[in-house]
């Protein structure tokens, strides 16, 4: 899913750089007509490049799921000009990037986010993040040019959908039209911003594990493919690309244009000029290591609390290390074994799975807002679907890809159905005995922006709704 740039002439190093692992950077509707569809063969070069095509860029001038999947899904690259149901919006995503690159503290960069000037990571960030000041993309960009000197820099977020709930919502409305037809995700499509003038990145050519859909949301991104690994060497990923240029072809992107490439696809991404550029990517698992990530997600966050400083005692005059285990690997040892408890295990992989399903194949999802009071006069409906284990007895529910608290008994679960049949619920007009039940469950369904109150006091006598904790439209936060 990674979309790092790459050089077009001799400024790129010499020499050949490979990894060991996977070269991930992240943890990426309705029908209409397919009237003007054309190939373009070299279209998107700039002047200077010495390479001969060997292949082509299919271009689509309208954009329908049914087409794609028949055609392209796990198949080829397609570059869709001017989509007219964009994923993606300027200023949210412009908002979304100050939510998602807040350090935790002045002199940290957040563990989702990396920043480079020219070649140079960069670990202290200072000033180097998106404001809200800023104003818009074209304020940052102007800030990092005084900033910086003119030099080319870099912003990656990585799970950019988890930071705006606005923005999640538009990404899971426009993949659902590929979940109807090729399923949802069961692990997790996952989403990255990349915005910069950078030239190149470190990474160099390589290959992911996701089939990636770029969507360019300002400036203009060339993307650099082959359709089989062009080098023989032992390594994973090649920084100096020049030798290889003959056998690859090109796609440029421009605002509100779509690319996509199945992940068995070399790539990299080249600078068109000086001026930077935005897009967001999507990329959603297609091959290798995903038992590794399924059982991420499963614990993710049961990290235990350090006991004891990690380290190895010496070796014995014998040369031979002790039985035991230091202490501190000894408790996570034993925190790991009692999260493997059946019980404790089921009503984890209960969430995650409730979790996972209700995130529209975005997941995680913002975390819930604080919750509100709600009076018993108040109507609310729901505003996304629920969803509650299965089973019989108390079961937790789910709604934007988080998960109650604790469960809900059979008087709550059957408001739960009404709710999600469209119903509108009042908690005054419940049973006395079942309002408390009820109205916590209404309280954290808010929270998780899955309900909605209604408004019914308007001079034309119409509902109107309104939900406090959503996001604003420029992604920022009124939680």
């Known amino acids: 899913m990674t979309e790092p740039t790459g050089p077009t002439g001799p400024t790129e190093p010499t020499g050949t750089t490979g990894t060991t692992g996977p ?11 397919m009237a003007g569809v054309t190939r373009t063969a070299g279209a998107a070069r700039t002047a200077g490049t010495t390479d001969t095509a060997a292949s082509a860029v299919t271009v689509e001038t309208s954009f329908d799921w049914d087409v794609f999947v028949d055609r392209f899904w796990d198949r080829e690259p397609v570059l869709y000009r001017g989509v007219g149901d964009a994923p993606f919006a300027e200023a949210e995503v412009f908002g979304t990037a100050v939510l998602g690159s807040r350090p935790p503290h002045p002199l940290a960069v957040p563990g989702n986010v990396q920043f480079l000037v020219e070649r140079r990571q960069q670990t202290q960030p200072y000033d180097l993040m998106p404001e809200l000041s800023d104003g818009s993309f074209d ?12 030099q080319r820099y870099a912003l990656v977020v990585h799970r950019f959908h988890s930071f705006s709930h606005p923005l999640w919502a538009r990404a899971q409305r426009f993949w659902a039209g590929l979940w109807e037809r090729v399923g949802q995700p069961t692990h997790t499509a996952g989403s990255t911003l990349f915005h910069g003038s950078y030239e190149h990145s470190p990474v160099g050519v390589h290959q992911d594990r996701f089939a990636t859909f770029m969507f360019c949301v300002r400036g203009t991104k060339r993307m650099r493919f082959w359709a089989e690994r062009p080098w023989s060497d032992p390594v994973h990923t090649v920084l100096d690309y020049q030798p290889y240029l003959a056998s690859s072809f090109v796609a440029e ?5 779509l690319l996509y490439w199945p992940a068995r696809y070399y790539h990299v991404g080249e600078s068109t000029g000086g001026a930077p550029a935005t897009s967001v990517n999507v990329g959603i698992p297609r091959r290798e290591h995903r038992p590794y990530y399924e059982i991420k997600d499963l614990f993710r966050g049961t990290e235990p609390v350090a006991s004891a400083p990690l380290f190895t005692p010496d070796a014995g005059p014998d040369g031979r290390l002790a039985d035991a285990l230091p202490t501190a690997l000894a408790d ?19 969430a995650l799975a409730l979790r996972v399903r209700t995130a529209g194949g975005f997941w995680p999802t913002r975390p819930p807002a604080g919750p509100l009071p709600l009076d018993d006069d108040t109507p609310v409906r729901a505003c996304a679907p629920l969803l509650a284990a299965p089973g019989p007895g108390a079961r937790r529910f789910a709604a934007n890809g988080n998960v109650s608290s604790g469960t809900a008994g059979a008087e709550a679960l059957a408001v739960l159905g009404r709710l999600d049949a469209g119903e509108v619920v009042r908690v005054g007009d419940l049973p006395v005995s079942r309002r408390e039940e009820v109205r916590c469950l209404l309280q954290e369904l808010e929270s998780f922006r899955a309900v909605t109150r209604i408004d019914t006091d308007t001079e034309a006598g119409a509902d109107t709704e309104s939900d406090a904790n959503t996001d604003t439209e420029s992604g920022t936060d009124t939680d």
Do not use: K
């Open 23 to 33: 070269t991930d950077m992240a943890e990426t509707t309705g029908p209409i007509d």
């Open 139 to 150: 304020g940052y960009e102007r800030r990092m040019a005084d900033r910086l000197d003119r």
């Open 253 to 257: 992107v421009g605002p509100g244009d």
């Open 332 to 350: 996570a040892v034993d925190a790991f074994a009692e999260l493997l408890d059946e019980d404790r295990f089921a009503d984890r992989a209960t």
